[in-house]
């Protein structure tokens, strides 16, 4: 049984939304080397994973209120 992680600081939608906009979700428009491609990668994992712990409170917060 996989139990869900506490995060001990909020993450709100405005600063999930703000990282959209600085890192987005696309392929550069220019052409870029490997390292800066993986770099790119990299930063947009972090904003992945603040997103998917986003969601994770929020539908634990649903799932906790409903009961």
Same mark, same amino acid.
Request: no cysteine; hydrophobic share 35%.
């Given at each position: 049984?996989?139990?869900?992680?506490?995060?001990?600081?909020?993450?709100?939608?405005? !600063?999930?939304?703000?990282?959209?906009?600085?890192?987005?979700?696309?392929?550069?428009?220019?052409?870029v080397?490997?390292?800066?491609l993986?770099? !790119?990668?990299?930063?947009?994992?972090?904003?992945?994973?603040?997103?998917?712990?986003y969601?994770?409170?929020?539908?634990q917060?649903?799932?906790?209120?409903?009961?």
């Open positions: 049984i996989r139990t869900a992680m506490k995060i001990p600081f909020d993450i709100s939608q405005s !600063l999930l939304d703000r990282l959209n906009d600085l890192f987005p979700d696309k392929l550069p428009s220019k052409v080397s490997s390292t800066d993986a770099y !790119l990668m990299g930063q947009r994992s972090v904003v992945d994973k603040l997103t998917d712990l969601n994770e409170e929020t539908n917060n649903v799932f906790s209120e409903s009961n």
